[in-house]
């Protein structure tokens, strides 16, 4: 046995008696199926390359290598933003000018066209999308993002394949094997219990739960739609397949594998059929995968929930289920304070956060492939007048700029008319003020917008956890309205912000009159700046203060005799701020500046005063 069989015999020894009693449990003591899982284990092993071996020990030695403050991540389309993956080579040399060192793929395993969701509703987990490239591709993508100090971040579709996955062919030719992996049923008998108590995901775009074929007279559930059909967790083959897919991928070199809607995947007549313990008890089975497998690994959990779902898929100290989540309401919750200039709600979720173990890493982010949902804290909103559906309306009028006053240009999603709801779509530099002023020809306008936009990332840098770009926004790309031309987008309107990656924009970074190089190179210094200082680690005490006034957010962070002062306008005056005390405080952003005691910020502006105790 070498040294490297080794290893993973100590850690398949380590974890086998909590997998064991965690598998059995679930699965009702089904030892085939358990064995099967153990040889499917040591299958996937076999397949990590030596260079991965050797990764694997180097951050099990050095554990907490994510929780740094040297960690930058950027999203992007592989087809919008190069063509293929063999193009994203070409690519590494600016995502090091950008100072990124972490990279979100965006779905780009087999899917049909015209049934694909995004690329979230995959036909085949162990192949690429034809026009994307192979996976020899991507495994030479991620050696030579090895080289370069970069991690591979990649969905991975749990919930559900595509009806057009071999399984979902299978079963609706009639194979049992294979219906058992999914939810079939010969009536509406029992899928219309389900849905007494299970909510509507998409209830204007894809309503129901169920989906009637008509070819093999049956009804299959399908949560998201129609074309997804969800997998029946309660099989271990399913989980076991899965597991296998997913142990795939991180065998390609992936470092990042995203759990795409986690609380979704375990179903119970009676209940929502979200985050149901069992859903926990898979998560923490897919970590001890990983561990045992391929340590490197992290699990990112997309977890869109209210806040207090959110912590329990983290696990325990004990028994952690992922390393990372996004987080969402962050993000939602920042927009309601771009258009309200009310820092109250915020501040009470920053509060929230605070309160939470520093070992929990969070994702950050401004925007993303996806729309922006209201799920906000309305009865802590309702404090201050603002009732859910007249606010949602006013969110909504705001960002589509049919509000008196609003600089936003935006589009709605899903729009409910009866709930008076919808969400939100748009890229950042749309939304926060750059395009409208641009189309104005309003240079002041501009000047604050871009501000704007620096202190929204500001803000995103400033939490704990790790910051992700969506790309283009560090280049100020705009919302791209081409989609409502093209028959397979127009029905979807978050295609306005995932168009091509603007690379003519990109070259004006290079001319330092332009709007666009002040934007790319602000947040460029920000980074270096967040990298150089360890206050802005996880490891950091972080709280919020009161600034005195509530369109402004103060965010305090303390670590080894350095404490950071953060705060940031949401007005569009120019603000003093004179507690807490900042007496002898640096600017880290006008190193040229004398120590004040109070902070004046700009319109849209920010600081950041970091002090010696």
């Not at 060192?101 to 979230?120: A, E, F, Q, W």
């Not at 992996?181 to 899928?191: E, K, L, T």
């Not at 952003?589 to 700009?602: K, N, R």
Request: glycine share 6%; charged share 25%; net charge negative.
């Amino acid at each position: 046995m070498n040294l490297s069989e080794s290893a993973f015999e100590a850690r398949l020894r380590q974890h086998y008696d909590e997998l064991r009693w965690l598998y059995c449990e679930l699965y009702h003591n089904d030892e085939n199926a358990f064995s099967y899982f153990m040889e499917m284990l040591r299958r996937s092993y076999a397949e990590r390359s030596p260079a991965l071996r050797a990764l694997d020990e180097d951050r099990v030695a050095h554990p907490n290598w994510y929780r740094a403050n040297d960690l930058i991540g950027m999203m992007l389309y592989v087809d919008a933003y190069a063509g293929n993956l063999h193009g994203l080579l070409d690519k590494i040399p600016y995502w090091e000018e950008c100072g990124i060192n972490y990279i979100h793929l965006m779905p780009l395993l087999k899917t049909v066209k015209g049934r694909s969701d995004g690329g979230y509703a995959v036909a085949d987990f162990r192949t690429v999308q034809p026009e994307l490239g192979t996976m020899e591709d991507l495994e030479r993508l991620s050696e030579a993002c090895h080289a370069h100090g970069i991690c591979l971040c990649l969905d991975f579709v749990m919930n559900h394949t595509s009806e057009d996955h071999p399984w979902a062919k299978a079963a609706r030719a009639g194979d049992p094997t294979a219906r058992a992996r999914y939810f079939f049923y010969d009536n509406w008998d029992i899928p219309n219990q389900y849905e007494k108590t299970v909510p509507q995901v998409f209830p204007t775009t894809a309503p129901g739960n169920f989906t009637w074929l008509d070819d093999c007279k049956q009804v299959v559930m399908t949560f998201f739609y129609p074309y997804q059909w969800d997998l029946n967790y309660a099989n271990p083959m399913v989980f076991n397949d899965m597991t296998e897919n997913l142990l795939y991928l991180t065998a390609r070199g992936i470092d990042i594998i995203r759990l795409d809607a986690v609380p979704y995947i375990w179903k119970a007549l009676g209940t929502d059929c979200r985050n149901l313990p069992q859903v926990h008890t898979l998560s923490r089975m897919m970590r001890l995968a990983c561990e045992i497998v391929c340590p490197s690994v992290l699990l990112l959990g997309e977890v869109v929930m209210e806040p207090k779902e959110l912590a329990p898929y983290f696990g325990t100290t004990e028994k952690p289920e992922c390393h990372m989540l996004y987080n969402a309401t962050t993000m939602c919750t920042t927009w309601h304070t771009v258009a309200t200039q009310d820092a109250r709600l915020l501040r009470h979720q920053m509060d929230q956060l605070a309160q939470l173990p520093r070992q929990y890493v969070f994702l950050n982010y401004l925007r993303c492939h996806d729309d922006i949902g209201w799920g906000l804290d309305y009865p802590f909103l309702r404090r201050f007048g603002m009732e859910e559906v007249p606010h949602k309306q006013f969110l909504n009028a705001f960002f589509a700029g049919e509000f008196p006053g609003s600089f936003s240009r935006g589009e709605r999603y899903n729009d409910d008319p009866t709930l008076g709801d919808a969400r939100m779509c748009g890229t950042t530099a749309s939304l926060c003020g750059i395009e409208s002023a641009l189309s104005r020809n309003d240079s002041e306008a501009l000047r604050n917008a871009v501000g704007f936009d620096l202190t929204l990332h500001a803000f995103v840098l400033s939490q704990s956890g790790i910051p992700i770009i969506y790309a283009g926004d560090e280049v100020g790309q705009f919302n791209d309205y081409t989609y409502h031309s093209d028959p397979d987008k127009a029905d979807d309107s978050r295609y306005i912000h995932r168009g091509k990656f603007d690379w003519k924009a990109a070259e004006e970074r290079a001319d330092k009159t332009s709007w666009r190089s002040q934007l790319f190179h602000g947040l460029r210094r920000m980074e270096e700046i967040r990298k150089r200082y360890d206050v802005f680690s996880a490891s950091a005490e972080f709280s919020t203060f009161d600034p005195g006034d509530t369109r402004v957010l103060g965010l305090r962070r303390a670590f080894h005799g350095q404490v950071l002062y953060a705060l940031f306008n949401f007005s569009g005056a120019e603000l003093t701020v004179t507690k807490p005390d900042f007496s002898g405080a640096a600017d880290l952003m006008d190193e040229h500046a004398s120590p004040q005691d109070a902070a004046v910020l700009s319109p849209y502006g920010f600081k950041w005063l970091l002090k010696e105790i």
